[in-house]
């Protein structure tokens, strides 16, 4: 069993800046491939941004070159680091992780980008 607590939304300008925090608890962390996901309403769910065991990542192209994850297992923790923040990055974002058939979900947190 896998818990995930995300931290670090808000609301924030235009071009501005957010780093979202998921710390986990409950399992191995080392071993998940883990996930930042957002749902707009009347939108479905996206990944955003994705991170495995070992190290390597993958973004939406809708945020390449402007959000970064990171992912520290000595701290059981992963990271978005959102840049040039834009209107249609407002969301709530997910943390997931994931193992063979595991998958486990952060109650969300809100990234509102507002002028």
């Known amino acids: 069993q896998v818990q995930l607590v995300e931290s670090g939304g808000g609301l924030v300008q235009p071009g501005g800046s957010l780093r979202l925090s998921c710390a986990a608890s409950g399992s191995i962390f080392s071993l998940y491939a883990m996930n930042w996901y957002r749902q707009a309403p009347g939108k479905q769910r996206e990944l955003v941004a994705a991170i495995t065991s070992g190290g390597s990542t993958n973004y939406a192209d809708s945020v390449k070159g402007r959000f970064t994850i990171s992912r520290d297992n000595a701290k059981n923790t992963v990271y978005l680091q959102m840049n040039s923040l834009k209107l249609e990055d407002t969301a709530v974002y997910y943390c997931?992780?994931?193992?063979?058939?595991?998958?486990?979900w952060g109650q969300g947190t809100q990234v509102t980008v507002s002028s």
């Open positions: 997931n992780a994931r193992r063979t058939i595991q998958n486990f």
